[in-house]
């Protein structure tokens, strides 16, 4: 089998430092007090919305060290189909979705169901969690970083 190699564009890390740096102190401070397993549950499912292939390996690795089995990986892509994922994992993969596809907006049920299972902080951080995720995803996608690369 012949692989498909597709050319990175840059190292977004050495060309712009600060930036990257920033973006790693961003996303420390966003993982602060989030369950282990449902952060990477989170960041797989919108590394996969918006096709980033570099997270969707590196947040699958994480996953599987924290715990997560290879069946609720495969079938996180159809979470709303599965009965493998709890309502607090649901509420939160819905609201990852709904602000990754944020021109769609982020309907009042979708938002208050994550609150009725996240509490203030916990639920700011979670909030926070996806919006980095979805930094790393554009910087990636954007950039061509690929797993293997």
């Not at 919006?131 to 990636?140: D, G, P, V």
Request: net charge negative.
């Amino acid at each position: 089998m012949t692989t498909f190699q597709v050319p990175q564009r840059m190292n977004f890390a050495t060309v712009a430092p600060k930036v990257f740096k920033a973006v790693l102190s961003l996303d420390a401070a966003a993982r602060e007090g989030l369950d282990p397993v449902l952060l990477e549950l989170v960041q797989i499912r919108i590394a996969q919305v918006n096709r980033c292939a570099y997270c969707i390996d590196y947040h699958t690795i994480d996953a599987r060290k924290a715990g997560e089995t290879e069946e609720r990986i495969y079938q996180l892509s159809a979470w709303e189909e599965s009965s493998l994922f709890t309502e607090r994992e649901r509420a939160a993969l819905a609201l990852a979705e709904a602000v990754t596809l944020l021109p769609q907006g982020v309907p009042d049920r979708v938002y208050d169901e994550a609150a009725r299972h996240f509490e203030g902080k916990e639920l700011a951080q979670l909030i926070a969690l996806v919006f980095t995720a979805n930094a790393w995803n554009r910087m990636n996608v954007t950039t061509r970083k690929t797993p293997g690369a």
